[in-house]
DNA sequence: TTGTTTGTTCGGCTCGTATCGAACAAACGA
DNA sequence: TCGTTTGTTCGATACGAGCCGAACAAACAA
């Protein structure tokens, strides 16, 4: 009875384990989010150790980074107790966007700031010595900073809008 | 004199080695990559252990997971030996669609696949009893499919058109 | 053929990370 | 107040990844 409904939800966070690996994430991490992703209300830790069967130690880990990357929210205070409890968060464009934001236009700022100090270290010498490093050094600017660009605007809309951005062009 | 411009690659390439952390590459890997850049002709093995300073063995490892996901291409037969040479794919657009096309591409069929799967079973039995794990099971699909568009656009282009395709809509 | 150069594979070492259990801290209920 | 529940932190262990040197394989040169 339950148990078919029960396979099925298995499968669907084995997926999600699977899918965790390739993001960079523990399968833990998959699974954890996973259970939040199927259940009717927050969870609290105790829970989870009971339904996923990892240590309570290793809950709290997996739960503060998720929480950190915004793939799953504290809801604290509620009725009970000081319970703590999770729900997931469900708009998984709002976690990539999170995500991008927090790592990989971090990452690219950084880049773009040493790229531009190397130019300027190299514009104080002697230009024909250096004419071929320098324009190499300038061709990753730019090619980064036209990734930024195309980051800045995925990650200030919502998916439908690029979505329908694109669609209203001419590329399809 | 060259000492100047040796320091200023040098931190290029140490940004290469933070960036290619970021995005899940070892160091090593970064160093590789940035050392490729600057050369004036393709690398061979022994070169790449002359001006890294990693094992031979190190450098065949790193060479073939960066030529595995198009970092880096073998130039090989050419004038001398048996020689392999290595050249920098420099279109880092290019190496971003051929990633994303390798591995994420390909983990959200896998998922679908699943999911779909996970729907099939559940509309055999009792609507009811199912109705909310289905209806949860079903948003998930839509959003995977919703990411797989956006995806699928963004890798059949060049950065430029999308880029262009976005600007010439009023999101910016 | 035989020695040399080049590249891959293998075994071992180290280090980081995931995980556990236990100790600790904090909040609640009695 | 004191015990109980909840959550975090702290070693200890285990497993995987990066790296090395050595053994091996393959191609070239003499």
Do not use: C
């Amino acid at each position: 009875m339950d148990d078919e409904i029960a396979v099925v939800k298995e499968d669907v966070i084995e997926s999600m384990e699977r899918s965790a690996e390739v993001y960079g994430l523990s399968r833990s991490a998959g699974r954890v989010y996973g259970v939040l992703y199927f259940a009717d209300d927050p969870v609290s830790i105790p829970e989870l150790v009971e339904e996923t069967g990892y240590a309570k130690s290793t809950i709290s880990n997996i739960t503060r980074k998720l929480t950190r990357i915004g793939m799953i929210h504290r809801r604290s205070s509620e009725g009970g107790g000081r319970r703590v409890r999770f729900a997931p968060e469900t708009d998984l464009w709002f976690v990539i966007q999170d995500v991008f934001t927090q790592y990989v236009d971090r990452e690219m700022e950084m880049t773009q700031r040493t790229l531009q100090q190397a130019l300027d270290d190299l514009a104080e010498r002697d230009i024909d010595a250096v004419e071929q490093d320098r324009e190499r050094i300038a061709e990753l600017a730019d090619t980064y900073e036209q990734l930024q660009t195309l980051l800045s605007v995925a990650m200030d809309n919502s998916a439908e809008d690029v979505i329908a951005a694109i669609e209203q062009s001419d590329l399809d």
